[in-house]
T-cell receptor, first 115, second 113 residues
Framework: KAGVTQTPRYLIKTRGQQVTLSCSPI?????VSWYQQTPGQGLQFLFE???????NKGNFPGRFSGRQFSNSRSEMNVSTLELGDSALYLC??????????????FGEGSRLTVL | AQSVAQPEDQVNVAEGNPLTVKCTYS??????LFWYVQYPNRGLQFLLK??????LVKGSYGFEAEFNKSQTSFHLKKPSALVSDSALYFC???????????FGKGTRLSVIA
């Protein structure tokens, strides 16, 4: 099985721009989660989608948004970029259904640099 | 709210020696505990998990972890460290299938030949 695929792997933006990151989960996985990883804060949960519905949301401003499509692929968008948004954005998929606890399978991440 | 503490930012160990990476957690209800490893410029890889049952959990690459409910700990261990074990290790906790995993800040393990 192919793993979780994230695109692009690296990108550079300037302050005020917006960015869209894409995630293709492992085939058959319906849950997709997004995390932001920075050296100072570690991994911070952004949101989780299950069957096109946002199931959980972390404590991030409204500039951060996401969505999931019917094929379980997910995108996240950050608008009006700030320098502090520079981070590795990790997507993870899981085979778990509603109420299940299971491990997350991570992609290699999209490294965003904001200048 | 759930939380995870990894009290050591860095752990150094000589190759061949046993290693321990510490993790304590705080959660309401039953904890579901995980360990992940991250190599440079890579995503996180799942090592092992505790959901229920035996307190000693065995995982990938010879790693194991012991769940201690009274001490709210879930330390990662390996009897004999390898240089290739050098990486960033994350402990994570959830208290149900409907809540997201909360990660610790990570512990950098350095195994010296």
């Amino acid at each position: 099985k192919a793993g979780v695929t994230q695109t692009p792997r690296y990108l550079i933006k300037t302050r005020g721009q917006q960015v869209t990151l894409s995630c293709s989960p492992i085939s058959g996985h319906r849950s997709v989660s997004w995390y932001q990883q920075t050296p100072g804060q570690g991994l911070q949960f952004l949101f989780e989608y299950f069957s096109e519905t946002q199931r959980n949301k972390g404590n991030f401003p409204g500039r951060f948004s996401g969505r999931q499509f019917s094929n379980s692929r997910s995108e996240m968008n950050v608008s009006t970029l700030e320098l502090g948004d520079s981070a590795l954005y990790l997507c993870a998929s899981s085979p778990r259904g509603a109420g299940d606890v299971g491990e997350l399978f991570f992609g290699e991440g999209s490294r965003l640099t904001v200048l | 709210a759930q939380s995870v503490a990894q009290p050591e930012d860095q752990v150094n160990v000589a190759e061949g020696n046993p290693l321990t990476v510490k993790c304590t957690y705080s959660v309401s209800g039953n904890p579901y505990l995980f360990w992940y490893v991250q190599y440079p410029n890579r995503g996180l890889q799942f090592l092992l998990k505790y959901i229920t049952g035996d307190n000693l959990v065995k995982g990938s690459y010879g790693f194991e972890a012991e769940f201690n409910k009274s001490q709210t700990s879930f330390h990662l261990k390996k009897p004999s460290a390898l240089v290739s074990d050098s990486a960033l290790y994350f402990c994570a906790v959830s208290n149900s299938g409907n809540t997201p995993l909360v990660f610790g800040k990570g512990t950098r393990l350095s195994v010296i030949a």
